[in-house]
């Protein structure tokens, strides 16, 4: 059974950094790109970031370019997003979802990121 | 900010067919597949439709999907009270300013 565990979400200043986790496990990580969606309090979904099964590519929606980093530990079936200088505008639930048979095919339950003074 | 357009709300009795649309342009749903997700109440959302009119393993064959130009729908038949929730569209976008883009979302109501 395919399960994503998101970690690593809470409160944080604008302007300050935070690391999100997402441990994952059912399917051989190492073999499939990986992706974080993002969900603002009451709003629709916004892709924030792909990345290639070796980590070779990366893919991020304008909004968050140079300021967001998606990276993946294959050895620690993991995948990260680091976010530097965050805005209020990035408080959402993140998600961390898999491209297996289609894009976001499974999905965590998400973690909440709220950017605020 | 949503590149595709659905309208927000739909709504049908029980047992009645409701159909989403959604909108977009030649840079996604024009060239690519569209997805669906439905996104129950205080859940993560889940996978409905890919590659335009596929259902993955466990989803009911009440829902269907299809595409035409650059416009695809959503048909749930047979409404179930289960089935209320938000349902978002999806696709690949060639433009370099996204490169998965979603729909507006719809909230479906079972009255």
């Known amino acids: 059974e395919v399960q994503l565990v998101e970690s690593g979400g809470g409160l944080v200043q604008p302007g300050g950094s935070l690391r999100l986790s997402c441990a994952a496990s059912g399917f051989t990580f190492s073999s499939y790109w990986m992706s974080w969606v993002r969900q603002a309090p009451g709003k629709g979904l916004e892709w924030v970031a792909n990345?290639?099964?070796?980590?070779?590519?990366?893919y991020y929606v304008d909004s968050v370019k140079g300021r967001f980093t998606i990276s993946r530990d294959n050895a620690k079936n993991s995948l990260y997003l680091q976010m530097n200088s965050l805005r209020a505008e990035d408080t959402a639930v993140y998600y961390c979802?898999?491209?297996?048979?289609?894009?976001?095919?499974?999905w965590g339950q998400g973690t909440l990121v709220t950017v605020s003074s | 900010q949503s590149v595709l357009t659905q309208p927000p709300s739909a709504s049908g009795t029980p047992g009645q067919r409701v159909t989403i649309s959604c909108s977009g342009s030649s840079s996604n749903i024009g060239s690519n597949y569209v997805y669906w997700y439905q996104q129950l109440p205080g859940t993560a959302p889940k996978l409905l439709i890919y590659r335009n009119n596929q259902r993955p393993s466990g989803v009911p064959d009440r829902f269907s999907g299809s595409k035409s130009g650059t416009s695809a729908s959503l048909a749930i038949s047979g409404l179930r009270s289960e089935d209320e929730a938000d349902y978002y569209c999806a696709a690949w976008d060639d433009s370099l300013s996204a490169f998965y883009v979603f729909g507006t979302g719809t909230k479906v109501t079972v009255l």
């Open positions: 979802a898999s491209i297996l048979i289609a894009p976001l095919d499974y």
């Open positions: 990345i290639k099964q070796d980590g070779s590519e990366k």
